[in-house]
């Protein structure tokens, strides 16, 4: 049974005790004109939701409020957590109070209701009908109720109809078994799928370590023998250094040799530093594999914070990601992006960091969209009591957490995550590196 979503609040009827109540101004937003979510207010008293404040200031890049058009620092707008309080204690009736359901309750409670007069679609044969009389359709649906085989034959029931009458019958009894059999069918699908798969990445996995190895051993032999190439040229240099010092007469001729050899030299250089190049590739590679975890917790070192948040600030490289993670063994795939030089309203001034849900092979035996908190922790690397955290609850009707179309969803978190200019003085910054954790609740 699916809860009731708030898609639209400006249609919940708000109620007391002398019945209908009109929305409070106060609480709505001042820009799209709804009961505000998750409502930010600025230091001039303007309000309105974060999503609407936030696609509204993309737009407006010249720094000024999008609803006042007065100029503003990301400092003087903050989240009003108040007045979200005042709001989530509302009492309201359920959206679907039109097709008799007679629940009220807050706007709090209404996100966790399960209604049974909400419409559903059949997925056999697209036929609307409220939730409490699914089972009543399943008497009549035109895809069930047919002479001959079950509908459910392949998930294990062996009964035949010789009327439609029968078959309205067997399904009308046997709807709980049913359940049992698809449930268990599915269940042992996914099993099959998933053991299938960790055998596929084992073996893809083995392949690669073995690629890997090679490739390292070949660029470990390659170095040896650049450095004895090496080593021989600075022997062939000295021997005729040591010449030119005992016979001045052919200083001339020895020089065009010292030339040929210093040549000599910096080719094999050359090709040294290229081949440590190919090492550290693969170092890295090594290194990101290692780092992905299957608990749905990251700790995210980031090392020359200097050199890379210059790179951010002059456009070389605006964003860093981490290591693709798993909130568990075959779970959701996800990494973290960050900002170093802050990006939409923190740019410039912010930290900003996002979480960003990854395609998976795991993806089609998971459930969407993307229900679970996301908890942000900026590591204090003097006192791990002064550590910055954030939560983030997802928003089940963003396209960031609905099943990922493209290898990556778009990015959700926190665009003022942390002020850049306290990062260093209050203990974050230490060693040019700083940490993030993240852990998937």
């Known amino acids: 049974m699916a809860k009731v979503a708030l898609n639209n609040l400006s249609k919940i009827e708000l109620v007391s005790e002398f019945g209908v109540e009109k929305v409070n101004k106060s609480f709505c937003c001042q820009i799209c ?15 309105a939701c974060s999503e609407c404040y936030n696609e509204a200031a993309k737009r407006n890049a010249d720094g000024k409020c999008p609803i006042d058009a007065e100029a503003i620092t990301p400092k003087q707008i903050f989240k009003d957590k108040a007045k979200e309080k005042e709001i989530l204690n509302l009492r309201c009736f359920c959206l679907n109070k039109i097709h008799g359901c007679t629940w009220s309750g807050t706007i709090r409670e209404l996100q966790n ?24 359709h399943q008497q009549k649906c035109v895809a069930l109720i ?23 019958e067997h399904m009308a009894e046997k709807s709980a078994i049913h359940l049992i059999y698809r449930s268990n069918q599915k269940r042992f699908a996914a099993i099959e799928y998933q053991y299938q798969e960790v055998e596929n990445d084992n ?7 073995d690629g890997l190895e090679k490739k390292l051993k ?18 062939e240099l000295s021997k005729k250094i040591r010449g030119n010092q005992e016979n001045k007469a052919n200083k001339g001729s020895d020089g065009g040799a010292n030339k040929k050899i210093e040549g000599r030299l910096e080719e094999v250089a ?30 995210w070192k980031i090392n020359n914070i200097q050199k890379r948040r210059n790179e951010a600030i002059t456009g070389k ?13 075959y779970g959701y795939k996800f990494c973290l992006r960050v900002y170093l030089n802050g990006d939409g309203m923190g740019k410039g001034s912010h930290l900003s960091l996002f ?13 969407w969209p993307f229900k679970k908190t996301v908890k942000f922790t900026l590591v204090n690397q003097q006192n791990r009591d002064k550590d910055v955290v954030e939560r983030m609850v997802p928003n089940r009707d963003s396209s960031s957490f609905q099943k990922p179309r493209k290898e990556m969803n778009v990015a959700s978190g926190c665009p003022l995550f942390f002020e850049i200019d306290r990062l260093d003085g209050e203990g974050f910054l230490k060693e040019d590196s700083l940490f993030i954790d993240v852990r998937i609740e």
């Open 203 to 209: 073996i893809t996995l083995k392949a690669t370590v």
């Open 317 to 329: 490289v605006t964003a860093l990601h981490s290591a693709p993670c798993f909130t568990h063994q």
């Open 355 to 367: 979480l960003v849900i990854m395609k998976s092979e795991y993806d089609n035996v998971l459930q």
């Open 270 to 299: 050359n090709a040294t530093v290229t081949n440590t190049g190919d090492i550290s590739d693969l170092d890295m590679r090594v290194q990101l594999h290692e780092n992905t975890t299957f608990n749905g917790h990251l700790l």
């Open 218 to 235: 070949d660029s470990e032999e390659s170095n040896k023998q650049q450095i004895s190439q090496l080593t021989q040229a600075l022997s």
């Open 33 to 47: 004109g709804y009961l505000m979510k998750s409502p930010l207010q600025t230091y001039r008293g303007n309000v």
């Open 146 to 168: 047919k002479i001959g085989e079950c509908y459910y034959k392949d998930d294990g029931c062996d009964y035949k109809a010789t009327t439609l009458e029968d078959m309205s």
């Open 113 to 136: 209701h399960i209604c049974e007069h909400a419409s559903i679609q059949c997925s056999l044969c697209k036929e609307t009908f409220l939730k409490q009389d699914e089972r009543m």
